[in-house]
């Protein structure tokens, strides 16, 4: 699949893109050529090509259109939900809880919480 970049055509004096082909010798690729859009002027290698340099990439968005950050879960919930449990059980199949045995959701909210190490490690 050949690409595409913009070059300043000698030929034809315009600013185009130019898309860059594959040359082929027997099936062996042996380099590559490029073919100004607009007029067709063929370059003999990517070398003598007059491609256009950009100052800098635009910037279409800032900072202030980022969304800002959801938060469904307060930090106390988040951390007695089942993925922060000791007995929460994740294999390729389902997830369960390790004490009754029952599928669960890694959002779901147990009366049995137990906090994993990693997290009283944090905490202390």
Known sequence: MASSRE???????????????????????????AICTACG???????E???AKA?????VFTDADKPREIKVFSDDERRKSCAWCAHF???????????????????DLCFNFAPRKEQQEESE
Do not use: W
């Not at 055509?9 to 690729?29: M, V």
């Not at 389902?94 to 890694?106: D, H, I, P, S, Y």
């Open 7 to 33: 070059i300043n055509c000698t030929a034809c004096g315009k600013t185009a893109l130019a898309r860059l082909e594959p040359l082929y010798e027997d099936f062996r690729k042996v380099g590559e050529e």
């Open 41 to 47: 002027h063929r370059y003999a290698s990517p070398e």
């Open 49 to 51: 090509t007059p491609f």
């Open 55 to 59: 100052s800098s990439r635009p910037r």
């Open 89 to 107: 059980v994740i294999n390729p199949f389902n997830q369960r809880c390790g004490l009754t045995n029952k599928e669960v959701e890694a959002t």
